[in-house]
């Protein structure tokens, strides 16, 4: 169906609807009157007009995906991910919504914001102001999904937060924010201080980018740390769209690191595993987030020598829970994942499938159709919803609790066709 690296670039073509208008954004299903077509198509901005379905029961959701640019390779299979689970529920007549006591045809309204935060922000009010999607979820990451929570928040939509994790944006005062797959950014890297102590390192570089999720990263770790004694040697802020860590590794260098950390996304994470591997500091720990997500991704684009060793974060698929109760367990979602798509699955494809089942939890709970009584239902099911990413639990803020994430060591077994695999180190 698509490439294992790139996906398709070329995504669900949208259907512009009849001209309705509403005061908010509700969970209307009794009269919802208009469809997505969810073929491929070069553009996802091309609109189509369609009859309208007035006797249908549909539940829309809009989202952004970005087809190029810096985040093309965690974005793509997030959004993968979720037309997986739109897939699964349709094929069995729907979701049930219980504010009406049926099932309802899902939806998608998926739009290419190329990876650019600004026309991100422009897309994302188009499918609030244009397209009256009932359901609002966020394209992949913190810098992509920053300019969704403004205008969730100023059209009171529930904001469906996939990977989003800058602990900033979770705020006691605003009810329409929720973080589904991942734990917030600031409590990703517990484990990894918790790690670095219990294996004695004593001299720790930091290099990571400035936006909130990688900055939130660091701030753990350093705070970590310096309570244990042992502040960073070095602590050092580059731009998110750095692919040249030269200078960085030459100014870290001498200061004769024991470990050496670098917090940022993919695109960063490639650049720097092979730039240390050609320095002196390949010899030391190095941790960076993203193999531990897209681990197939990166084999081909960095020598399997200098993935082998590398500590990074532990996910699913690899990491599998034992006890689910909403939606496929890991085993099955990989046997029927890759027999949809032709390709085994990754981190991103499950947390985009892991949104998909927090959006029908909490259709299946709502008693009413508006966005606060679905925020309503999200809270009701928090810490008791278990899925293949683990618990779902989140505080007042909408931040996410649960899904936690060990540290892993990357293995490389070259005698069994330069297999790469990841293993639980801590705790």
């Given at each position: 169906?698509?490439s294992?690296?790139?996906?398709?670039k070329?995504?669900?073509?949208?259907?512009?609807?009849p001209g309705?208008t509403?005061d908010r954004?509700?969970?209307?299903?009794?009269w919802?009157?208009?469809?997505l077509?969810?073929s491929f198509?070069a553009s996802?901005?091309?609109?189509v007009n369609?009859?309208?379905?007035t006797?249908s029961?549909?539940?829309?959701i809009?989202?952004?995906?970005?087809g190029?640019?810096a985040?093309?390779?965690?974005?793509?299979?997030?959004?993968?991910g979720?037309?997986?689970?739109?897939h699964e529920?349709n094929k069995?007549?729907?979701?049930?919504v219980?504010?009406y006591?049926?099932?309802?045809?899902?939806?998608?309204?998926?739009?290419?914001?190329?990876s650019s935060?600004s026309?991100?922000r422009?897309l994302?009010?188009?499918?609030i102001t244009?397209?009256?999607?009932?359901?609002?979820?966020?394209d992949?990451?913190s810098v992509?999904?920053q300019?969704?929570?403004?205008?969730a928040?100023?059209?009171?939509m529930v904001?469906f937060?996939?990977?989003?994790?800058g602990?900033?944006f979770?705020?006691?005062?605003?009810?329409f924010?929720?973080?589904?797959d991942l734990?917030t950014?600031?409590?990703?890297p517990?484990p990894?201080?918790?790690f670095?102590?219990?294996?004695m390192v004593?001299?720790?570089?930091i290099?990571?980018?400035s936006n909130?999720?990688d900055?939130?990263?660091d701030?753990t770790v350093?705070?970590?740390?310096?309570?244990a004694?042992?502040?960073?040697v070095?602590?050092i802020?580059?731009?998110?769209?750095?692919?040249?860590?030269?200078?960085?590794?030459?100014?870290?260098e001498?200061?004769?690191?024991?470990?050496v950390?670098e917090?940022g996304y993919f695109n960063n994470?490639?650049?720097f595993l092979?730039?240390i591997y050609?320095?002196?500091?390949?010899e030391?720990?190095r941790?960076?987030a993203?193999p531990?997500?897209?681990l197939?991704d990166?084999?081909?684009?960095v020598p399997?020598?200098?993935?082998a060793?590398?500590?990074?974060y532990?996910?699913?698929?690899?990491?599998?829970y034992?006890t689910?109760?909403s939606?496929?367990d890991?085993?099955?979602?990989?046997?029927?994942f890759?027999?949809?798509s032709?390709?085994?699955p990754?981190f991103?494809?499950?947390?985009?499938y892991?949104?998909?089942?927090?959006i029908?939890?909490s259709?299946?709970?709502?008693?009413?159709?508006?966005?606060?009584?679905?925020r309503?239902?999200?809270?009701?099911?928090s810490?008791?919803l278990?899925?293949?990413?683990?618990?779902?639990?989140?505080?007042?803020?909408g931040a996410?609790?649960g899904?936690?994430?060990?540290?892993?060591?990357?293995?490389?077994?070259?005698r069994t066709?330069?297999?790469?695999?990841?293993?639980?180190v801590?705790p």
């Amino acid at each position: 169906m698509v490439s294992r690296s790139l996906r398709s670039k070329a995504l669900s073509q949208t259907i512009h609807p009849p001209g309705t208008t509403r005061d908010r954004p509700k969970i209307s299903f009794r009269w919802i009157a208009f469809i997505l077509a969810l073929s491929f198509t070069a553009s996802a901005c091309q609109i189509v007009n369609s009859a309208p379905l007035t006797q249908s029961r549909v539940v829309t959701i809009g989202t952004l995906y970005a087809g190029s640019g810096a985040f093309e390779s965690s974005s793509l299979p997030e959004l993968e991910g979720l037309k997986f689970w739109i897939h699964e529920v349709n094929k069995r007549g729907g979701v049930y919504v219980r504010a009406y006591g049926g099932l309802a045809t899902v939806n998608l309204v998926a739009l290419d914001d190329k990876s650019s935060p600004s026309l991100a922000r422009l897309l994302y009010r188009e499918l609030i102001t244009r397209y009256h999607v009932n359901l609002l979820v966020s394209d992949f990451g913190s810098v992509l999904t920053q300019p969704a929570i403004a205008m969730a928040q100023q059209h009171q939509m529930v904001l469906f937060d996939q990977s989003g994790t800058g602990s900033g944006f979770f705020l006691a005062n605003d009810p329409f924010l929720v973080l589904c797959d991942l734990p917030t950014s600031q409590v990703w890297p517990l484990p990894l201080g918790k790690f670095l102590l219990r294996q004695m390192v004593k001299r720790v570089a930091i290099i990571y980018a400035s936006n909130p999720f990688d900055s939130a990263q660091d701030q753990t770790v350093s705070t970590v740390l310096t309570k244990a004694g042992l502040p960073p040697v070095a602590n050092i802020s580059v731009p998110t769209s750095t692919t040249n860590y030269a200078r960085y590794l030459r100014q870290i260098e001498p200061l004769k690191p024991k470990a050496v950390i670098e917090f940022g996304y993919f695109n960063n994470d490639v650049a720097f595993l092979n730039q240390i591997y050609h320095t002196p500091l390949d010899e030391a720990l190095r941790f960076t987030a993203f193999p531990g997500q897209l681990l197939s991704d990166f084999i081909g684009r960095v020598p399997p020598q200098a993935l082998a060793g590398t500590f990074t974060y532990n996910f699913p698929p690899s990491l599998r829970y034992r006890t689910t109760n909403s939606g496929l367990d890991t085993q099955r979602f990989d046997e029927i994942f890759m027999a949809w798509s032709k390709h085994p699955p990754n981190f991103l494809d499950v947390a985009g499938y892991n949104t998909g089942l927090i959006i029908q939890a909490s259709l299946q709970h709502a008693t009413d159709d508006t966005q606060l009584g679905i925020r309503a239902a999200l809270n009701s099911i928090s810490g008791h919803l278990n899925t293949l990413e683990g618990t779902f639990e989140i505080d007042s803020s909408g931040a996410q609790l649960g899904e936690s994430l060990p540290i892993a060591k990357i293995l490389y077994r070259h005698r069994t066709e330069n297999f790469m695999s990841l293993k639980t180190v801590y705790p």
